[in-house]
């Protein structure tokens, strides 16, 4: 077939068919995998060695993960090398410790020394330190120290995320000067959209786009294309969440790393920030669901991992449930006599009703709590604020709620029914609503995550507290009315 012939996928029935019959992305992870598996079952090397020459790397990687181990690896060697090493970089980590297991050590080699710097780490840094020591020895020695000095930041610093691959340029070259030196030296960095100007000691004095460069007169030199000041910077301990904080305020692609005495030491591209934030936003939902969070994707986690990181808070929150069992047997004695067990009923029939609601609305608020202070939206002094507007917020939806109940009240029940069902709604809702917001609060004083306050947690406690609310409300009103 010529390199410039379509592929044309088979069906199962050897019959051929277009590829822009269906979309895309169903092409390749249905029809091709089908395809792709009977073409290394019949050795066609070259048909498909073309044909994947030809493929986006992240179709590629999609379309591995889903292989078996076998046709995964043939795949993957027949792969050119410098597009093999970016489909390697966006494979999930379990596939990419698979593949590391399985493939030759020069195949390893060639992956390993193509990679970006902040990619290789990444990599590193989820191996066993013995497996890592085995790929650090297969690197050249000026990789090896640079991935040492990246894996010696701490997990989690900005340090980790760096690359090294990046453009460094002189105040004193001219436009034409630094057009040149990056077709020179340009090639293996991770991206040219800013340039970054540096001092006799390495210091960051300027960061310039390269479309600024590009449009200037071949003559200009770039000190006088420099902005005042380095611009926005990353230091190289600062925590990830407040890199993603400094790319979101500045609307940044890329962004340079200094030390303490402003010499640059690398930079962190839009696209680790952008898998950073995945990371963090994930894990935030696993905690408010009141799981611990995954290593990895759902798909692929064994069930061993699924149970250990889920059993721990079901127990929990069984402990926590139990004082809703306490406290409806506190309340139990004061129906012991024949005409007031009907009245129990009654009650009871509405107990789920209010109970749910001031979850529900617990829940409402803590997700929203919790989402804003991810953002940085939620400052000391705006919580005061915070909390009697939510309070006016909440006595508004208990109202409306209260009202409806009532009606419902007296169609089941009495006057005296209705209005312990009404009071009862708009104190859990308002009850329900606080614990939603204070949780979380709370949390982050005491320096914890506030994600853990997630929906289970505030449900469990709404219900406890609901519980409380209605029967006292029902003693006072019923009992003594």
């Known amino acids: 077939m010529a390199p410039d012939c379509a592929y044309t996928p088979r069906t199962r029935r050897g019959r051929r068919t277009s590829p822009w019959s269906v979309g895309w992305p169903m092409l390749l992870s249905e ?23 030809g493929q986006p790397a992240p179709e590629i990687a999609e379309l591995l993960s889903t292989l078996d181990r076998r046709t995964a690896l043939v795949v993957f060697r027949l792969l050119p090398r410098a597009q093999a090493a970016a489909v390697f970089s966006l494979l999930d980590t379990d596939v990419q410790n698979r593949m590391i297991e399985h493939l030759a050590s020069e ?43 990246l894996l010696s930041y701490p997990e989690g610093s900005v340090g980790r995320l760096m690359t090294t691959a990046w453009v460094r340029v002189r105040p004193e070259w001219t436009a034409a000067e630094t057009i040149e030196h990056l077709r020179l030296h340009g090639r293996d960095s991770e991206t040219m959209a800013v340039l970054y100007v540096t001092d006799d000691q390495g210091r960051l004095t300027a960061s310039i786009p390269l479309r600024r460069v590009v449009l200037a007169p071949p003559s200009t030199l770039l000190r006088d294309l420099m902005d005042a000041g380095p611009g926005p910077v990353l230091r190289s301990m600062q925590s990830e969440e407040e890199a993603v904080a ?19 030491l690398g930079i962190v591209t839009s696209d680790d920030i952008l898998a950073v934030a995945q990371a963090a936003t994930t894990e935030d939902f696993h905690k408010i669901a009141k799981v611990s969070p995954l290593e990895g994707s759902l798909r692929r986690a064994r069930l061993w991992d699924l149970y250990r990181r889920r059993i721990g808070w079901l127990l929990t929150l069984i402990g926590v449930n139990m004082f809703s069992t306490a406290a409806l047997a506190h309340f139990q004695s004061d129906y012991d006599r024949d005409e007031l067990r009907s009245l129990l009923v009654v009650l009871v029939s509405f107990l789920p009703l209010i109970i749910d609601s001031g979850g529900n609305a617990g829940s409402q608020t803590a997700t929203l709590a919790i989402r804003s202070m991810a953002l940085g939206e939620i400052r000391r002094g705006m919580i005061l604020p915070l909390v009697v507007r939510e309070l006016r917020v909440s006595v508004v939806l208990g109202l409306i709620l209260a009202a409806g109940v009532f009606v419902l009240g007296l169609t089941r029940g009495t006057a005296w029914v209705a209005q312990v069902v009404a009071i009862s709604m708009l104190v859990v809702i308002v009850f329900g609503s606080s614990i939603g917001l204070l949780l979380p609060l709370a949390l982050r004083r005491l320096g914890l995550d506030p994600a853990a306050a997630g929906a289970p947690l505030i449900t469990s406690l709404a219900d406890i507290g609901g519980i409380v609310i209605y029967f006292s409300i029902a003693r006072v009103v019923l009992l003594r009315g």
Do not use: C
């Open 246 to 264: 400094i790319f979101k305020k500045y609307d940044a692609h890329a962004l340079p790393v200094v030390d303490d005495d402003g010499v640059l």
């Open 107 to 149: 195949d390893v080699r060639e992956v390993l020394t193509r990679l970006t710097p902040d990619d290789r780490t990444a990599l590193f840094e989820e191996l066993p330190a013995a497996v890592t020591q085995r790929l650090l020895d297969l690197l050249p020695e000026s990789q090896r120290r640079e991935s040492l000095t």
């Open 31 to 53: 029809l091709l995998k089908v395809d792709i598996v009977e073409m290394v079952e019949a050795g066609e090397w070259n048909e498909l060695r073309q044909f994947l020459a």
